[in-house]
């Protein structure tokens, strides 16, 4: 599961999900000696000590660690970045997966690994140390969600033209018709 991404995290949903708004939660982990922790132990520190539901944690860590100017927006704990970018299709997920698969092996190449029978089917490609990451997923109303990630992007300066890409595969994707 991925973690809410800062910059997405409203304070209504926050406070509505957590009881406390942004600049809250950032007191409390600087009167906790947060500076001082690791990316983990504050996500972990948040959940024991707060009943903080995991992947609001995420989002909380990760927006305490933006501001007090330890990690960029879209870097991860690593010092490397990562990009996504998702997109709905018409048709179920059982119906598309096989043929979206083919369509973005067409379009990236052959994977490294696929997983198409999981409730997330996905495919991973490998280009040096950079990953990009498929996954098709059926939405709540019984549409195809595809997200693409490209991870482990060293050059924070190329997030624009990395996105743009995903867009550009997703849409080439879109322009096609829903895949049958």
Do not use: C
């Amino acid at each position: 599961m991925a973690a809410v991404s800062a910059q997405k995290m409203s304070d209504s949903k926050l406070a509505a999900a957590t009881g406390r708004v942004r600049a809250e939660w950032h007191a409390v982990l600087d009167a906790a000696g947060a500076r001082e922790w690791k990316h983990p132990q504050i996500a972990a520190w948040l959940q024991s000590e707060h009943e903080v539901d995991g992947w609001w944690a995420q989002g909380i860590t990760v927006g305490y660690e933006q501001a007090i100017g330890r990690r960029l927006p879209g870097q991860t704990a690593d010092g490397t970045f990562a990009v996504s970018v998702t997109k709905t299709f018409a048709g179920n997920r059982a119906d598309n997966v096989s043929s979206m698969l083919a369509a973005l092996e067409n379009r990236l190449g052959e994977p490294t690994t696929v997983a198409p029978d999981s409730p997330w089917s996905t495919a991973r490609w490998s280009e040096g140390n950079v990953a990009t990451v498929a996954a098709i997923a059926e939405s709540a109303h019984g549409k195809t969600v595809v997200s693409l990630t490209r991870s482990r992007i060293v050059d924070g300066d190329s997030l624009g033209a990395e996105k743009d890409r995903l867009r550009a595969i997703l849409s080439t994707l879109a322009a096609s018709g829903p895949p049958r």
